[in-house]
């Protein structure tokens, strides 16, 4: 026997399922489809040359039942840390890069010694769960395909070894000079499943 | 006469218990919780190198019965007005300050230039299940009366100077425009 409401639907509803959403502080977290921890971020993150993950943008997430469309948001802070700070950053589906996610962020250049350049970064991204194969590079996953737990998170990389930057911090604090004592920022990250 | 499922609510739900958003033009939206009236921001905010209080990003708010997580995400256009236009922004709940949050917003660096003019973003999720008040941290174990949330900002200094709200290239060159922020308070149960 099925539930009264199934026959007789609530009288306002959405087509929201769950939102997972947290600052990455290792809380732990439980909605309709499990119960999920969220990275701890204890720090800066300076990157260079070769692809890594970012911190705090990586989570083990499996849709619930029904689950047409997922958003992934990941919201922290890069700023560059010489010259103009050029960067790549993909978000990775199940290890495979999501080809329309695919960002790169600078300051403008001021020579090998400027580089005050600090902004928000707001990594997000649709998946469409409404197709009958997977195209993970296209982020069009077939529900059959996502009835477990994958992983999303993003990638980065610096352009070159001249042009470097990183993720979470800030340089200044305060009207304080540059210093090591400035809080970094413990990224949030939100993923929201629609029907 | 009541809708049925006002006496048997739905099997299933999100966990998103309301959502209070709006661009910040002086408008009342009901939620749950409660009628809102968000700031009226009518034009730019030069900042000085003293903390003020970012117009349009202050609200009190109690959350629903039920609220476990709350985020509070406050989106406003930034723009250097002198060199990089170094800035500090700060997240305060009843005037504390909520340390992780803290955030500088710059361009690069340039004697005479400062084009920087780009969209900045304070989000955090504030935790409700936690035993016992950190506000430093966003971590309350209760929240049962109005809450101020608000973002603070300062320059650097007085050489590194910046606005918020403003966009200093629309349509034509030179033609600035006051931009409206937006405020999204989230309750999840």
Known sequence: MGNLTDLFPAATSNNILEVLAGTCDGRSVSVGSGAYTFPNVTGIQNISTSVVNVTGSSIDYVPPEGTKYVSYKFNTKYEATSAGGIMGINIVYDNTVITQAARGFSGNYMGGTSHDAETTISMEFVFDLTVPTTNKAAGQIAPADWTAAKTIKCTARSYSSTYLGRFHGNTYFDGASASSSAPYVKPNLTITAYS | ?189
């Open chain 2, 1 to 189: 006469m009541g809708n049925l499922s006002d006496s048997f609510p739905a099997a299933s739900g999100s966990n998103v218990l309301e959502v209070l958003t709006g661009t910040s033009d002086g408008r009342s939206v009901t939620v749950e919780s409660g009628t809102y009236t968000l700031e009226n921001v009518s034009t730019f905010q030069n900042l000085s190198t003293s903390y003020a209080d970012i117009t349009g990003s202050s609200i009190a708010y109690t959350p629903p019965v039920g609220t476990k997580h709350l985020s509070y995400e406050f989106n406003f256009m930034f723009d250097c007005i002198a060199y990089s236009g170094i800035s500090h922004f700060k997240l305060m709940i009843d005037n504390t300050e909520v340390i992780p949050a803290y955030k500088n917003f710059a361009s690069n660096y340039y004697s005479t230039y400062h084009h920087g003019n780009f969209p900045c973003s304070v989000f955090y999720v504030f935790d409700l299940t936690a035993a016992s008040d950190d506000a430093a941290n966003g971590k309350f174990s209760s929240w049962t009366s109005n809450k101020t949330i608000k973002v603070q900002g300062r320059e650097y200094n007085s050489t590194y100077q910046s606005a918020v709200h403003y966009m200093i290239y629309y349509s034509t060159v030179g033609t600035a425009q006051t931009v409206r922020p937006n405020l999204t308070i989230t309750a999840y149960s």
